[in-house]
């Protein structure tokens, strides 16, 4: 892959974890991963991934602001973590 091409993947990736809610977040970064490893394995798809993130790039960015203004925390949706004692 090219630089533009990864520099685009770190984008989105980073724009993704903006997010707080835990299943938007890991929505976004599961996505890209598939369809940029999905480019490794077939470089012809190259013009078509670029547009699509390009685009997909601006509605995460402006949906982390508006998901994030209004976020309630809810920790239903994350598993529970058991501490060790000791």
Do not use: H, W
């Given at each position: 892959?090219?630089?533009s ?11 993704g ?19 940029f ?27 982390t ?22």
């Amino acid at each position: 892959m090219d630089k533009s091409v990864l520099k685009l993947y770190k984008s989105i990736l980073r724009a993704g974890n903006q997010f707080k809610d835990y299943n938007f977040r890991e929505y976004v970064i599961r996505r890209a991963k598939q369809d940029f490893r999905e480019l490794k394995i077939n470089p012809d798809l190259k013009t078509q991934v670029i547009d699509k993130y390009t685009k997909e790039l601006e509605i995460v960015r402006r949906q982390t602001i508006v998901q994030n203004l209004y976020f309630q925390s809810n920790n239903n949706n994350i598993p529970e973590q058991k501490q060790c004692t000791v």
